[in-house]
């Protein structure tokens, strides 16, 4: 028994199930708590911080076992030797993926947890406050078990069946970990940022004085540092890579692919945060809601599908080993059927009751495919490439709606340019992306422009004064 509570899998296992349960939390505690018992607003208080604390007892038991030198545990016995100083077993055990994922996840785990307290207010902010609060742990939740699937390793503490090399690798210097730790714990507490602009996207509610809103580009200042960061230790400890950039290389290796796919996902959902979801909130409130909705929600669909369809194509076919015929149909078929049908049961969402947003069926439509991406690259890490097209079709989507729909607050000067605009960037990503179907031009000169793009949208409502038009 003592053994197993020193056990870091159970710790671990506990932080899956807890997170899994944070999903479900607020509809629970809504329907529980009309007994008004004591014991459910403590339940609603500490439960948030069960994930955070379970993982840090993971980390926290690998660092003693490297300390103690158990040998039984396959990180120790295949990194550190008998006479491995104190300050070798602290190097080893703050390195390596598995204590980078754990660190992140501490990260993580922390930033929300704190945040989810203090949004926990009671009295005159209570009805705001509380909504904000039950989105965050849904979002938490929801994110924290497909990071504990995505990053953390198979069998990450195995204890039986493995084999210890003839020559043990030398320990990491203790400056790199000194770098390296406090690196990779911040990258778990930024990516908090992102849920919580993804919590103030989806929850219509005025944030308490007591928490600062999240800044509307969030979602971009947090994806591409976390994403470089986690990228770059990926490429460090890759082995079977034939080209050091080759981005199919990264998502299709066989220890570390389902990881950078993961994160290439999630990074674009966290990116279209701010360019698909807080851009549809302002064009909406800007352009108000016309007549003939449904012309608008067809056409943005449309425009959707075409990207998902003709650049999936297109980026597929221009990778090693796939014909640009039917090998890329058929690989395009598998990856994008689960996806639009996962979208399509978006559009449905008005049905079942969640209707407070303007044009409500395309906010499913939105939402869903974003949440989709990383979901389905733990399936099939090649669907990674695939969310790539949901960049610039989905930030530009946002735009459409209101050049179909009658009766909207848009001038025809402003509707001209916003049709120039979309058409302009998808004849020119397009062309770029044929060209890499073809084998004229490298992936590394397709993604600038598909990451770009997003931004335009943004910048079109931003920078829009309100008594125009």
């Not at 919580?196 to 999240?214: E, F, G, Q, V």
Request: aromatic content about 10%; charged content about 10%.
């Amino acid at each position: 028994m003592a053994g197993a509570l020193l056990s870091p899998e159970w710790y671990a296992f506990a932080s899956l199930i807890s997170g899994a349960i944070l999903v479900f939390w607020p509809m629970i505690h809504m329907r529980l708590n009309d007994e008004h018992h004591p014991l459910w607003p403590k339940i609603d208080h500490y439960l948030p911080w069960i994930p955070g604390l379970s993982i840090f007892l993971v980390w926290l038991l690998d660092i003693i076992a490297h300390l103690t030198l158990d040998m039984d545990q396959q990180r120790v016995a295949t990194r550190l030797t008998e006479d491995s100083s104190i300050i070798s077993r602290l190097a080893v055990a703050l390195t390596g993926w598995t204590s980078w994922a754990l660190l992140v996840m501490v990260g993580f785990g922390a930033h929300l947890a704190m945040t989810v307290t203090v949004l926990d207010q009671q009295g005159e902010i209570a009805g705001d406050s509380h909504r904000i609060h039950d989105a965050a742990i849904i979002w938490f939740g929801v994110f924290w078990v497909m990071m504990m699937f995505a990053l953390m390793p198979a069998d990450p503490f195995q204890h039986s069946n493995f084999d210890i090399p003839s020559q043990i690798p030398p320990p990491p210097s203790m400056w790199d970990v000194l770098l390296m730790t406090p690196t990779i714990l911040l990258a778990g507490w930024m990516i908090g940022f992102g849920i919580l602009h993804l919590a103030d996207c989806t929850c219509t509610a005025n944030w308490p004085d007591s928490i600062s809103r999240p800044h509307p580009a969030t979602g971009w200042f947090v994806a591409l540092p976390v994403a470089g960061i986690l990228l770059g230790f990926t490429l460090e400890d890759l082995n079977t890579v034939s080209d050091g950039m080759a981005l199919t290389d990264l998502i299709l290796d066989e220890v570390h692919g389902r990881r950078t796919a993961f994160l290439l996902a999630f990074s674009g959902t966290l990116i279209l945060t701010s360019c698909a979801l807080h851009t549809s909130i302002v064009s909406a409130h800007r352009t108000r809601v016309g007549t003939g909705r449904w012309k608008g929600l067809a056409a943005s669909v449309t425009h959707t599908l075409f990207w998902i369809l003709f650049a999936g194509w297109a980026i597929l076919s221009g990778l090693p080993g796939v014909d640009t015929s039917w090998g890329a149909i058929s690989l395009l078929a598998r990856l994008t059927t689960p996806l639009i049908l996962i979208g399509a049961i978006g559009l449905l969402i008005p049905q079942i009751g969640f209707d407070d947003k303007a044009r409500p069926e395309l906010w499913g439509w939105t939402l869903l495919l974003m949440l989709a991406t990383p979901a389905l690259a733990l399936w099939e890490p090649r669907t990674a490439l695939i969310s790539l097209t949901l960049l610039p079709a989905l930030s530009m989507g946002i735009l459409i709606p209101a050049i179909f729909e009658s009766d909207v607050r848009l001038s025809k000067k402003r509707r001209a340019n916003w049709t120039i605009t979309i058409l302009v960037v998808d004849v020119f990503i397009f062309s770029t992306l044929l060209l890499f179907a073809f084998d004229y031009i490298g992936m590394i000169a397709v993604i600038p422009g598909l990451l770009l793009s997003t931004l335009l949208p943004g910048i079109m409502v931003h920078a829009w004064p309100e008594h125009i038009d």
